[in-house]
């Protein structure tokens, strides 16, 4: 039998990390802006909530000139320049506040999910640094952020880093939990995170670098509880590949959802109804959990069946230049009920969805009752 999470004893620490070039204030809000509005930051001795822009909005500081900041951000946009960067003050913002017995949520769409998956691997291996530590973390994210699985000497390496330098995490109150997902992986300096939403994760560096990154862990994320992936069923961009969470022994929902990649991460605007079920599905896994403006919770998770039919966007034709794809889906995928009430409404949309999907996807209609 597995062990169920148990809520946290101390303050809860959420991290928001949006996509690229995505920010709050932008006019199009994300998913993650609007996860980042729902939650009540009015108690930092209970919870306290991180938001970092994405990869491409806001200059380098040492890019004084607007024309050195306009080529710096164009640079990250296409080729994926400053994930690092945003990891590791990810990383510094738990690192300043976490505490033992504090709990670590973090929640992320597009290269922002990647860097929300990234964040979870480091603090799988090497773990989380005590306080004083700051000016090793350059180090330990240059040797997390390879794109291959650690050497035995790495393993050693980490190991005499962790005992000099990370908080022991094995009495933790979600440590049993996520042990159990690989006893192997989750040592006595992982740190548990105890819920991570993510919405369309891409892998692609930038949309001009076709190579893909694949840092340690972030596709298996043992030290993780609990995991909602939402995923575009219509991205069709080649650069925009998923990344699917492997299977996981307990914790794992990832659904696929109508739309593109902006439909389910949130972005276009005025119409923004299929970025509403994918929010709603991320926050109601949690809701239980962290602080929640219900007043703000029922504006922008409001949800009803029409909103199953709303528009899928275009993203225009110059997208074709860089190539298309269809998403490749498992046999066992599972997709949202909203994409079974969308192929009611519209027995043409997607035809390659299979009698077995269907059958394992049904779901009675409480995707569209308010949880808050």
């Not at 101390?10 to 690229?20: A, M, N, P, Q, Y």
């Not at 000016?135 to 005992?163: G, H």
């Not at 504006?299 to 230049?321: M, S």
């Not at 059958?359 to 009752?369: F, G, I, T």
Request: glycine content about 6%; charged content about 25%; overall charge positive.
């Amino acid at each position: 039998m597995t062990e169920q999470p148990v809520p946290p004893k101390g303050k809860r620490i959420v991290v928001c990390l949006d996509g690229t070039a995505n920010q709050i204030g932008a006019g199009n809000l994300t998913n993650v802006a609007k996860l980042f509005e729902l939650l009540d930051k009015n108690d930092p001795s209970t919870q306290l909530v991180y938001y970092d822009p994405g990869v491409g909005t806001l200059a380098p500081a040492a890019a004084h000139s607007a024309v050195r900041r306009s080529v710096s951000l164009l640079i990250e946009k296409a080729f994926g320049a400053g994930l690092k960067d945003n990891v590791a003050q990810a990383y510094r913002y738990v690192m300043e506040h976490w505490r033992p017995g504090d709990a670590v949520y973090i929640f992320g769409f597009s290269r922002g999910a990647y860097t929300a998956r990234a964040l979870a691997g480091m603090l799988l291996r090497p773990g989380l640094m005590r306080p004083g530590s700051e000016n090793l973390l350059p180090y330990a994210v240059e040797k997390y952020a390879i794109n291959r699985p650690f050497t035995q000497d790495e393993f050693d390496r980490w190991a005499e880093f962790a005992r000099a330098f990370c908080w022991r995490t094995d009495g933790e109150p979600l440590f049993s939990v996520v042990r159990q997902n690989s006893p192997n992986q989750v040592w006595h300096y992982a740190v548990p995170v105890a819920y991570l939403g993510l919405w369309d994760t891409v892998k692609a560096a930038g949309f001009l670098r076709f190579g893909s990154l694949r840092w340690p862990y972030t596709r298996s994320l043992p030290n993780v509880a609990r995991i909602r992936h939402a995923v575009s069923i219509d991205e069709r961009r080649r650069p925009y590949r998923e990344y699917l969470i492997q299977r996981h022994p307990q914790g794992l929902e990832e659904r696929w959802f109508p739309g593109v990649h902006a439909d389910v991460g949130g972005t276009f605007m005025p119409d923004h109804r299929l970025a509403a079920i994918a929010l709603k599905w991320i926050v109601d896994g949690i809701t239980d959990e962290l602080a929640i403006d219900a007043t703000a919770y029922r504006r922008q998770c409001a949800v009803t069946e029409d909103f199953a039919y709303a528009p899928i966007h275009n993203n225009g034709k110059l997208w074709y230049l860089v190539g298309r794809r269809r998403r490749p889906m498992n046999p066992d995928a599972l997709v949202h009920p909203s994409v079974l009430a969308r192929r009611r409404d519209n027995p043409g949309y997607l035809p390659n969805l299979t009698d077995e999907q269907q059958r394992l996807s049904a779901d009675p209609k409480d995707w569209m009752s308010p949880a808050l």
